[in-house]
C-alpha cells in the first residue's frame, strides 16, 4: 500500500512539474502555479491584460505635406522660430535659426515631408 502511495505521490509531483515548466501564454485570463521558497503557490488572475484602457488618439494620415506638418518637423530638427518661406506644389521650404545662423531646410510635398535638401 505505501508502495503504491509513494508512486502516486512522485507522479503527481512529475506532472506539476511539467506544468510548471510549460511556456507561458499571454492570455488576460490565466490560471497559474508555482513552486519557490515559500512553498507552492497558486492563483487565478483576471481582467488586465497589461495595456491601458485610456482611449487612444486616431492617428491621421495625410497624402502631402502641408506647411504646418513642414514646419513642425523642422522644429523637431532643431530649427527655431521656424517659419515657411516658400510653398509650390511641389516643395516646401522652412526657414529658422539654429546654434550656428541661420539655416533653410526644403520639404517635399509628399507624406511624411521628407527632406530634400
Request: proline share 5%; charged share 20%.
Amino acid at each position: 500500500m505505501f508502495q503504491k502511495l509513494k508512486i502516486a505521490t512522485l507522479s503527481a509531483m512529475i506532472g506539476l512539474g511539467t506544468l510548471a515548466a510549460a511556456p507561458a501564454t499571454a492570455l488576460a485570463d490565466s490560471l497559474y502555479f508555482g513552486f519557490g521558497i515559500g512553498g507552492p503557490s497558486g492563483g487565478y488572475v483576471y481582467g488586465n491584460s497589461g495595456r491601458s484602457h485610456r482611449a487612444e488618439r486616431p492617428r491621421r494620415h495625410y497624402r502631402a505635406c502641408s506647411p504646418r506638418q513642414a514646419v513642425r518637423k523642422a522644429e523637431r530638427m532643431g530649427l527655431r522660430r521656424a517659419r515657411v518661406v516658400r510653398a509650390n506644389r511641389n516643395i516646401i521650404r522652412v526657414a529658422g535659426r539654429t546654434h550656428w545662423g541661420r539655416q533653410h531646410v526644403v520639404f517635399a510635398r509628399a507624406p511624411r515631408c521628407p527632406v530634400i535638401r
